[in-house]
């Protein structure tokens, strides 16, 4: 009997537990809300009389834990104290389903679709944790502590006999649509793209409520698409005025007054070497031989600082941008165009105010020598990338000898890099010919080469000995002064173990014994790649196994370079940080103390945050171009490779253009196919069919969603 009771008593215990769930996922649903028990009850559907009860002991159990509180006899609301609460950023995937990232926690936890609450995208929320029928831990919003944004870029639907509508997003993890009440729509008719603000969000509303504060136009137009996308990522297309107007007041003239305050290097030979449509020139090398048979390299970067005074207008709008955005038809500069197309762009021909780093190299490229500061200089020629591979490849033209030398050093440089430890991606990138109506008419891949290697090398060396300079004393102590660096953290291991284990498949190697060998392994891997039908699935799986690269004050270092000290310098025109760096040198240039870390910290977080920001909204026009060029070829087939997988489809990317397409899974009639995580491939659970990362497949483009940016493939057999 005993034996029997106690079963009985655990039996029961497990119910109240389970009957506890329930409860919490139903009280949750609305944490503000008071509840009495037979609310509860009716909630969870335990209407009988012995399931009240159950729910009576479920109650008592939950205020006795601290999730719950009992506010008055017998009425209860969600404790938002409790333990096992946590506050993180939410993030949604395409399901709806969502992981909320906790600050110190290895894993993302979970959050089922239907306990996301009001949360959106971005949203610092509370949630409280749990194991789930005894399944790994999930969790459940329980308030959204801050809105990550509160403006969205969606369609406007208005309802036809009505005086409201609804804004429907864009993006597929804004799970719900904003309503419009009457006298909230601006000038918007229907069918069009608006950028929408919440107002508010009540706990009781399905919706939240909103007003359309700008009218971007016809969905699928190509001006208005280009606005949305800007404006979805939170990016001004325009200068305030006044921030124009202060930019335009700015003195242009060279000084001598200021002139005798700098390093005059205007008799040295100058020259830029930047892409043929580019008008921000933002770096110049010069270069002279010594008597001592040694050569003197400079490497110029515009005075940014200079102009850009901390305090006015002009350094506030810069920070808030922090870089400039490269769109497919366009750039969104992050100073106003006076600055970076004119005043601070070093144009061939006129004396300029630049921040220089002057090395010494012997013949081997070896820096003996090396100076930081402010100077002037005259650029005596500029050069496209074509024109200076021209020189490097027929050894004819003007200063054909100066570049040679400036490309043998730089070649040395790069292979020393490489020997210590910094990985080669050199992936191209893909543009596209416009005509004048931005239509594109052709797509081509911008391939790096000597002559993007010969700048790439020099502004390398500047951005390290820069901050090199800063952070060691002559002895090689740490000085400890606050400065802002590129950061690259080392590789997930996890990561790398399962890309050894996956290229292991095709037959390739992957040491993972230390640093250096991942980075030498990691080298030869995509060396041997080249060429092959699985090259672009190993450098896309290889770009992913690798941490992303931000702004910090802590200098850990860069490593898919090689660098232990690491920053960006080179160009102040197109990044905040760069500018940032520029004073810190000359603060500390000046004998100034170190400043102030936390302070510094935030500049860098704000920098990395808009980066990320920049980084996606370029992806997103140039999905926007490619859905646009695809257009012209509905219906026709073409040869693609399998560049993703996912538990509901399958992308494929067309090499010749870069076009990539969705194929779902519940398109494909011939089987029922199962996701295979591990192995990047989905198979047929009857025939065996398996579609994998990396496989080549025939398909025909179905349909070009503009306002999606998306493509529909068909796999064709």
Known sequence: MPKKSNFISHKNNHKIQEIGRLIMRFMNEKSSK???????????????????????????????????????????????????????????????????????????????AKNVKHALQGDTVLIVTYHFKGKKMEGSVLEVIERSREEFVGTFQLIKHKDFGFVVSDKKYLNTDIFIP????????????????????????????GEIIKVLGAPGEHETEIHSILAEYGLPYSFPEEVEKEADEIDRNIHDSEVAKRRDMRNVLTFTIDPKDAKDFDDALSLQKLPNGNWEIGVHIADVSHYVIPGTLLDDEAYNRANSVYLVDRVVPMLPEVLSNDVCSLRPNEDKYTFSAVFELDDNANVVN?????????????????????????????????????????????????????????????????????????????????????????????NRKVSEYISLSGKGEPTNLTFIYRIHDDPDPQKLEALRDFVGSFGYQLNLANTKKVAESLNKLLKDVQGKGEENMIETLAMR????????????????????????????????????????????????????????????????????????AERDSIKFMQVKFMEKHLGQEFTGVISGVAEFGFWVQIPENGAEGLIKLRDLMDDSYMYDAKNHLVYGTRTGNQYQLGDEVKIKVMKANLVQKQLDFKIVK
Not at 186 to 201: E, I, Y
């Open 545 to 616: 196994s690798m941490s992303k690269a931000i702004y910090s004050t802590e200098p850990i270092g860069h490593y898919g370079l090689g660098f232990e000290f690491y920053t960006h310098f080179t160009s102040p025109i197109r990044r905040y940080p760069d500018l940032i760096a520029h004073r810190l040198l000359q603060h500390y240039l000046d004998g100034g103390k170190s400043v102030n870390k936390q302070e510094y910290e935030e500049k860098c977080k704000h920098c990395s945050n808009m980066e990320r920001l920049a980084a996606d």
């Open 34 to 112: 008071i509840y009495n028990y037979k609310q509860i009850a009716e909630g969870i559907d335990y209407r009988n009389p012995r399931q009240r009860e159950q729910v009576i002991q479920a109650l008592h159990k939950l205020r006795a834990e601290d999730k719950i509180k009992e506010v008055e006899q017998g009425k209860y609301i969600v404790n938002l104290k409790i333990e096992g609460t946590l506050t993180g950023v939410i993030d949604f995937n395409q399901t709806g389903n969502a992981y909320v990232k906790v600050e110190g926690m290895e894993n993302d936890i979970f959050i089922h």
């Open 182 to 209: 009457k006298g909230k729509m601006l000038t918007a008719r229907d069918g069009d793209k608006v950028v929408v603000k919440m107002l508010k969000w009540d706990s009781d509303s399905k919706n939240p409520e």
């Open 370 to 462: 090396q100076w930081f500061g402010r100077t002037v200089i005259h650029s005596n020629r500029r050069f496209s990338y074509e024109e200076a591979q021209e020189r490097i490849e027929t050894g004819t033209g003007d200063l054909t000898e100066e570049i040679l030398t400036l490309d043998r050093f730089a070649k040395i440089l790069r292979k020393d890099r490489i020997n210590k430890g910094a990985i080669t991606f050199d992936r191209s990138e893909v543009r596209f010919n416009l005509d004048e109506n931005n239509e594109p008419i052709g797509v081509y891949f911008k391939m790096s080469k000597d002559s993007n290697h010969l700048i790439e090398e020099f502004m390398l060396l500047a």
